[in-house]
């Protein structure tokens, strides 16, 4: 565990990222097509992504959102075939 450094906003991300809209999720259409067989008739619109959380530490709120944004566009994430909510809170 690091310590915070004085002066400084920490939060609690969490990146969650799914196929950007039309682009084939199979993973999802594959447990959508079994739901049925196990009783879940009414489940539909399935999707499969990953959930990223991370502690960060930033000057202030912009800084950490601009900073979580970056870090998803450039590693976290595909741009080309994933889209990411991002939702920040106080570090505890």
């Known amino acids: 565990m ?3 450094l ?7 991300a969490l990146a969650v990222a ?3 809209p039309g682009v084939a999720d199979p ?9 049925p067989m196990l009783g879940f008739e009414a489940v539909r619109e399935v999707t499969v992504g990953k959930a990223i959380r991370f502690d960060l ?3 202030d709120e912009s800084a950490a959102r601009k900073e979580v944004d970056d870090l998803c566009a450039k590693f976290l994430t595909n741009p080309v075939i994933e889209d990411a909510v991002v939702s920040m809170e106080p570090a505890s």
């Open 18 to 20: 799914a196929c950007s």
């Open 27 to 35: 993973q999802g259409a594959t447990i959508e097509r079994a739901l």
């Open 57 to 59: 530490d930033a000057a």
């Open 2 to 4: 690091r310590a915070r």
């Open 6 to 12: 004085a002066g400084v906003v920490a939060v609690v």
